[in-house]
């Protein structure tokens, strides 16, 4: 994923980069998109390492943040946290996350529904 993607900072929704056969690691930059409110989707590719902790910074994300189906590993970053304006569709499923889920990301409140985190090496403390 080139790094340059992280200047579309006028982008508000419908960044789909899904079901390709991207490698290696999200770009840090993409955290700079942070007007984005719906359908971010890196969903289905073949992406490794760890979540950006700069996409906690799309705090105005609403609806349709997907990372699921990959191979992305390491931690739930808890700026994810900061996401608190998601009600609908956070996904990070079928990765390799471990560790425990962030408190944090109980400051999503207004999740009414597809919180999905299944399919990862999740555990408590």
Not at 57 to 70: A, E, I, V, Y
């Amino acid at each position: 994923i080139p790094t340059e993607l992280g200047q579309l900072v006028k982008m508000t929704s419908y960044f789909r980069l899904r079901s390709n056969s991207l490698e290696s690691a999200i770009p840090t930059e993409l955290g700079q998109l942070v007007k984005m409110t719906s359908s971010f989707s890196l969903y289905s590719n073949l992406l490794e390492s760890a979540i950006p902790t700069e996409l906690g910074q799309m705090s105005k994300m609403t609806s349709s943040f997907s990372l699921g189906d990959n191979s992305i590993s390491s931690s739930i970053p808890t700026q994810l946290g900061q996401m608190s304006e998601m009600g609908y569709g956070f996904w990070l499923y079928s990765n390799l996350l471990e560790s425990a889920i962030p408190t944090e990301l109980g400051q999503l409140v207004k999740m009414i529904n597809y919180f999905s985190l299944f399919s990862n090496k999740l555990c408590d403390d």
